[in-house]
């Protein structure tokens, strides 16, 4: 995945969660802006309360999932 598309998630207004998923499995969910980070040379670092800082290499990410509205929203 493209580090500018998840740079562009991360500034969307209002800001709706998501999730990376990486080719291994592993998912990292973002549930507000403030637990992921996009440098400008393109890396992205995943830091939340609930797990060490990781670093992720974006040519990993195989899928970004939302999630899914429910009826009436």
Avoid: C
């Avoid at 800001?15 to 499995?25: D, E, I, Y």
């Avoid at 990292?28 to 400008?40: E, G, I």
């Amino acid at each position: 995945m493209n580090p500018k598309h998840i740079k562009e998630l991360l500034h969307e207004t209002p800001f709706v969660s998501f999730s990376l998923v990486l080719a291994t499995g592993k998912v990292f969910h973002v549930t507000n802006p403030d637990v992921l980070n996009v440098t400008l040379q393109g890396h992205v670092i995943h830091e939340d309360a609930t797990g060490p800082t990781t670093y992720i290499n974006p040519l990993l990410i195989s899928e970004m999932v939302r999630p899914a509205q429910t009826a009436g929203a």
